[in-house]
């Protein structure tokens, strides 16, 4: 990236043209005009991740512009596609330009861990809707510790592992699981939580395999199912590579009885999509959706953005409101805005309490159940 194009538009621009960094426009053409970012999947098979979120910020900004004319907040969107080599091709443009203030992301733990050397140079503020690796806010590691810039309004890993473990095996005689995962750096210590937790509850855990996300034929891993006898699988990886597995598996007549179930990152209305009737029964931890906080501002959203809220949308719209109330409150620099989210607490939609903790963690937050059910994400409540 040519060094002499640091500051203004014109980083953005230029990451545009180089890396597919878009800024979109949301104007009051006379206020001042302030820069935020969203980083995620926008392209690519983990696209709808992605898009979801980022239209949540779309439509937190669309709703600031409209009721303060005096700034001009406009998005610039960065695409990692949920990938940590094209996150370390995105990311420095971005913590050079210094006009962004404030970005929401990156979504995904891998892509996280690829940016943050040059969000943290240039202290960049980042809240995460989605990124759930623990050792993003745990200080002991140093290579992940996304300190002094990285906060998340999602809860970790560690809650979610129990959750997943409990709510696979739920109502299922004599569980034995299969655990497998996509060797990601969301989906291998997900699968770590899950273990621990399964030996917690006494549950047998029958097998076990690790394959590449980007993996077509698993034939493998479907034959070592069958021999472990194993009567529910659970898998951490992202939802394309799951919806590829499940049809593969639900084709072998001795396992269409199999339980299937999935982490946060199957948890998108894509996975249903991609896999068809193969994902009917699905067992998925997730986050409630905006229409569970708050109908009135779901029902707004779908009437003002044309499509109804997707995955993660409520993280991703109370993310953008806290650096947004910022800069309400005149915090228009990276360092103003940075002291301005370490600080609250800040109220979410539905009600929600938002107070970082040093390491970046919320206090509050934890994963629901979800079945897949005629092709929808059907909410079963929260998983004690």
């Known amino acids: 990236m040519n060094k002499k194009i640091q500051r203004g538009l014109a980083i953005a621009t230029a990451a545009a043209l180089a890396f597919g960094v878009a800024v979109t426009s949301q104007a009051n053409a006379a206020g001042k005009t302030v820069y935020l970012a969203y980083q995620g999947p926008l392209s690519g098979g983990e696209a709808s991740t992605g898009t979801d979120e980022q239209n949540a910020v779309k439509y937190a900004i669309k709703l600031f512009n409209a009721a303060n004319p005096q700034f001009?907040?406009?998005?610039?969107?960065?695409?990692?596609?949920?990938?940590?080599?094209?996150?370390?091709?995105?990311?420095?443009?971005?913590?050079?330009?210094?006009?962004?203030?404030?970005?929401?992301?990156?979504?995904?733990?891998?892509?996280?861990?690829?940016?943050?050397?040059?969000?943290?140079?240039?202290?960049?503020?980042?809240?995460?809707?989605?990124?759930?690796?623990v050792s993003l806010t745990d200080p002991k590691n140093k290579s992940d510790y996304g300190q002094?810039?990285?906060?998340r309004v999602v809860a970790t890993d560690d809650k979610q592992g129990p959750a997943l473990a409990k709510f696979a095996t739920k109502g299922v005689s004599s569980p034995k699981v299969f655990l497998f995962d996509d060797q990601s750096a969301y989906a291998?210590?997900?699968?770590?939580?899950?273990?621990?937790?399964?030996?917690?509850?006494?549950?047998t855990?029958?097998?076990?395999?690790?394959?590449?996300?980007?993996?077509?034929?698993?034939?493998?891993?479907?034959?070592?199912?069958?021999?472990?006898?194993?009567?529910?699988?659970?898998?951490?990886?992202?939802?394309?590579?799951?919806?590829?597995?499940?049809?593969?598996?639900?084709?072998?007549?001795?396992?269409?009885?199999?339980?299937?179930?999935?982490?946060?990152g199957v948890f998108n209305s894509q996975f249903a999509v991609l896999a068809g009737d193969a994902a009917e029964g699905a067992r998925l931890t997730g986050v409630a959706g905006l229409a569970d906080a708050s109908k009135t501002v779901a029902a707004a959203?779908?009437?003002?953005?044309?499509?109804?809220?997707?995955?993660?949308?409520?993280?991703?719209?109370?993310?953008?409101?806290?650096?947004?109330?910022?800069?309400?409150?005149?915090?228009?620099?990276?360092?103003?805005?940075?002291?301005?989210?370490k600080g609250g607490p800040f109220t979410g939609v539905g009600g929600a309490k938002y107070k970082f903790n040093r390491n970046g963690d919320i206090s509050e937050g934890g994963f629901a159940g979800f079945n897949v059910t005629k092709g929808e994400l059907v909410n079963t409540g929260p998983v004690a």
């Open 72 to 133: 001009n907040v406009q998005l610039v969107s960065v695409d990692d596609q949920g990938d940590p080599s094209e996150a370390a091709k995105v990311a420095p443009a971005i913590g050079q330009n210094t006009k962004i203030i404030g970005l929401v992301g990156p979504a995904y733990s891998g892509a996280t861990i690829a940016s943050l050397p040059y969000y943290k140079a240039g202290r960049l503020p980042l809240i995460s809707p989605s990124a759930t690796r």
């Open 148 to 151: 002094p810039v990285f906060h």
């Open 188 to 203: 291998v210590p997900l699968a770590g939580y899950v273990k621990t937790a399964l030996k917690s509850l006494k549950i």
């Open 205 to 264: 855990l029958a097998g076990t395999d690790s394959v590449p996300a980007d993996t077509k034929d698993y034939s493998a891993t479907v034959a070592k199912i069958k021999s472990s006898g194993a009567n529910v699988v659970i898998y951490t990886g992202y939802y394309s590579a799951a919806a590829v597995f499940v049809k593969q598996m639900r084709a072998d007549a001795a396992l269409k009885s199999v339980v299937f179930a999935g982490g946060d």
């Open 301 to 341: 959203y779908t009437k003002s953005m044309g499509s109804e809220p997707g995955v993660y949308a409520t993280e991703s719209f109370d993310a953008a409101n806290i650096f947004l109330s910022g800069i309400k409150a005149g915090k228009l620099t990276r360092n103003a805005m940075l002291n301005w989210v």
